[in-house]
């Protein structure tokens, strides 16, 4: 994988730092300013990626087809949204459901997972980029275990973006394991606060997700980041994951970069507007 360090990254960096002192209330999410657009960009992308059965389908493909493409395509997509200056990116490879899917399909997914870290570790490790494995990883077979934790203790030291891929992650899965674990460690009731449930989820210490996008035309979110998305702008395209690439992501890039994102409040200029009528 070859990541380019953009000429232009002390500039943003700077224009970042001057951000952090001059940032309006509804800017507390700490969006950052892309190197390449120069746009605002989230910190925390979340990726459902769908569409890897239908892209292969349209082409007279097996399904398994679709699946190798759509890791194919992980690569670039990490290197885009890195080059992006995106911190943290999380991808939805492998739902608790679908373990439902015929086995054959389930034994590929889990063959893809081992193939991609196999092949994408080291340059992941060169690149700056952390890994981690969000889901329930002990189901997973022996062999797979030890070289996801391989890969996460040599990437471990690494700072320029964090890789969140959820392997057997459901939403309601994770907050329930959270409660349950606030609950085992005794936990009183007036302690069990938001911010408590967000530190007990597998992403506790992360920020929660800005930009959540979902490809191939379904627009849901199965299951997905349900705690973490609950602010997140919600971005929908056609594409298939497998054709996902770097024009798809600079279009919800700047789509991202025109919402006015509120959390419920107002924003400085409607506080402004009110007090002017
Ligand atoms: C949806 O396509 C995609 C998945 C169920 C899994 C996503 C997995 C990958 C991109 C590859 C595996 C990645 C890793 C890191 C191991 P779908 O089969 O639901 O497509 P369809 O809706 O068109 O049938």
Redesign the pocket.
């Known amino acids: 994988m070859k990541f380019r360090q953009t000429p232009e990254r002390p500039a943003a960096e700077a224009a970042n730092e001057a951000r952090a002192v001059t940032a309006s209330p509804a800017e507390h999410l700490g969006d950052l300013i892309s190197p390449i657009s120069g746009g605002r960009v989230p910190r925390h992308v979340a990726v459902i ?7 292969a389908t349209q082409r007279g493909l097996p ?1 398994a087809a ?2 190798r493409a ?2 194919e ?2 690569r670039r997509v990490i290197e885009r949204f890195a080059d992006h200056g995106v911190q943290y990116l999380t ?4 739902s608790t459901e ?1 373990w439902n899917r015929p086995q054959h399909e389930v034994r590929m ?1 889990i063959r ?2 081992r193939f ?1 870290l196999r092949r994408e570790v080291d340059n992941l490790h060169k690149n700056g980029i952390q890994l981690h494995l969000l889901g329930h990883v002990e189901t997973l077979p022996e062999w797979l275990q030890r070289q996801i934790q391989d890969a996460i203790a040599l990437t471990s030291g690494n700072d320029r973006m964090v890789l969140n ?1 959820c ?1 057997s992650y459901g939403g309601r899965d994770d907050i329930l394991l959270a409660v349950q674990k606030l609950v085992r460690e005794e936990v009183p009731a007036t302690e069990i606060t938001e911010e408590a449930i967000s530190n007990a989820l597998y992403t506790g210490g992360m920020p929660d997700p800005d930009l959540l996008i979902r490809t ?1 035309g379904d627009q849901r979110i199965s299951n997905f980041l349900l705690w973490q998305a609950a602010y997140a702008e919600l971005y929908f395209t056609d594409t ?2 497998p054709d996902f690439g770097r024009e798809d992501i600079d279009m919800a890039l700047s789509d991202y970069a025109r919402r006015k994102r509120k959390f419920g409040g107002l924003l400085p200029e409607d506080i402004e507007a009110l007090r002017g009528s």
Not at 49 to 55: K, P
Request: glycine share 14%; hydrophobic share 50%.
């Open positions: 990626m769908d569409g890897n059965g239908r892209w399904r679709g699946h759509g890791t395509n992980i991808l939805y490879a492998f679908n997914l893809l997972l991609f891929i392997f191939a298939y994951w």
